[in-house]
Each structure stands twice: as structure tokens, then as C-alpha cells.
């Protein structure tokens, strides 16, 4: 498992993995550094080439999503979750203003309204999922899905483990839909804060 600074590593800091299961990079915390990782993880003669599964957010998507590209080239077979928080860079919300997270937000996952965001936290739109036609080949397939429920999830946690599912074939790439006032339980307590003192 990989993941990358941010919401993405704050929501997966509690996960039970096998010791040397999970990467990530937390001395600088260099957003998008996940998505290259995980191509030497995926590499790695000693991980015997696992399947690396990454963990990232829309805007440090946007900083490396080429290397997606390499992936495909590769024929590495990694999924990569893109947390599509509404085209919004949310931790940079959450350091500037956590009050913001009190409130409800839109009910429209993906919703690119700013409704009350600082506007230099909002990303211009991306379909992330749709990246992976533009980095496929013939011989070198990549599957992009997209997915706003639990139970998609749940359904495609199971189509991971039919190895002869085409989503296996090569890199998949989930855009993982969220609301924009969505954050990791960790950091409720910012938010809880924030909100007293206002």
C-alpha cells in the first residue's frame, strides 16, 4: 500500500499491514510522490513484484499522473485511488480554515461550486478516471473506473481478486468520488476546535 501526504495519509495511518506493507513519504510529505513509488514498489525484486495500491489525492494527482503512463508500459498492474474530493486541494483547506468542514456542504459529490472554499484550494476539473484510455495501448491495457458508494467499492474489491476480470489486466485507475466537506476522522478534532472558538 501506498500512500500519499495529505488526507490520504492521514485517513490510512491506522491500517493493519504486514510489516513493510505500507510506503509513504512523511519526511517531506511531497504531494503526488505516491504515484511514482508505487512504481518501484510494484518493481521491487524483494516485494516479488506485489501489486501496489495507492492511496492519493485529486491534487497531487494532478502533479504526477503521467506516471500512470509508465505504469501501463511497464504492464504493472497497480490500483490507484484517486480521491476526488471535488476537485479541491482539502488539506489546505483544513490548515487555513478547518471551520469550513463544519459545515454541510454540497450534496452532490464532485460538486465544483466553491460553496465557501478559499478559492485558491479549487481545482480546475478532471475526469481522472478517463486517464487510463489516454495511457492504454493495444498491448498495453489500463482500465479507469469511477465510483461514489460504498457498495461499488465493495464491488470492486471483489472483481480484484478474479484474476480474470479485464480489470486486472493492467493499471486501473478509481476515481474515488467524495463530497467536498468529507475528511479523514483524524482530524475531526481540528474541526471540533476551530468551530468553539468561532
Not at 494527482?61 to 484517486?82: A, K, N, P, W, Y
Request: aromatic share 10%.
Amino acid at each position: 500500500m501506498v500512500s500519499d501526504a495529505a488526507f490520504s495519509l492521514i485517513g490510512s495511518m491506522n491500517l493493519s499491514l504486514p510489516a513493510g506493507g505500507f510506503l509513504s513519504q512523511i519526511s517531506w510529505l511531497s504531494i503526488g510522490w505516491s504515484v511514482g513509488a508505487a512504481t518501484g514498489a510494484g518493481l521491487a525484486p524483494e516485494r516479488g513484484h506485489a501489486r501496489p495500491m495507492v492511496f492519493v489525492g485529486d491534487g497531487a494527482f494532478q502533479e504526477t499522473c503521467q506516471e500512470i503512463s509508465t505504469h501501463t508500459r511497464l504492464g504493472l498492474r497497480s490500483v490507484v485511488f484517486v480521491m476526488d474530493n471535488g476537485h479541491f486541494y482539502g488539506i489546505e483547506q483544513m490548515l487555513v480554515h478547518p471551520s469550513y468542514y463544519a459545515g454541510t456542504g454540497s450534496a452532490d459529490p464532485g460538486s465544483a461550486d466553491s460553496d465557501g472554499a478559499d478559492f485558491y484550494n479549487v481545482l480546475h476539473p478532471w475526469h481522472y478516471d478517463r486517464l487510463a484510455a489516454v495511457f492504454a495501448g493495444r498491448r498495453t491495457p489500463a482500465t479507469g473506473i469511477s465510483i461514489a458508494h460504498p457498495t461499488e467499492l465493495d464491488d470492486l474489491l471483489a472483481r480484484l481478486t478474479d484474476p480474470d476480470d479485464p480489470v486486472n489486466a493492467g493499471p486501473l485507475l478509481v476515481r474515488v468520488r467524495l463530497h467536498r466537506h468529507d475528511y479523514p476522522r483524524a482530524m475531526a478534532y481540528k474541526v471540533r476546535k476551530s468551530s468553539a472558538a468561532e
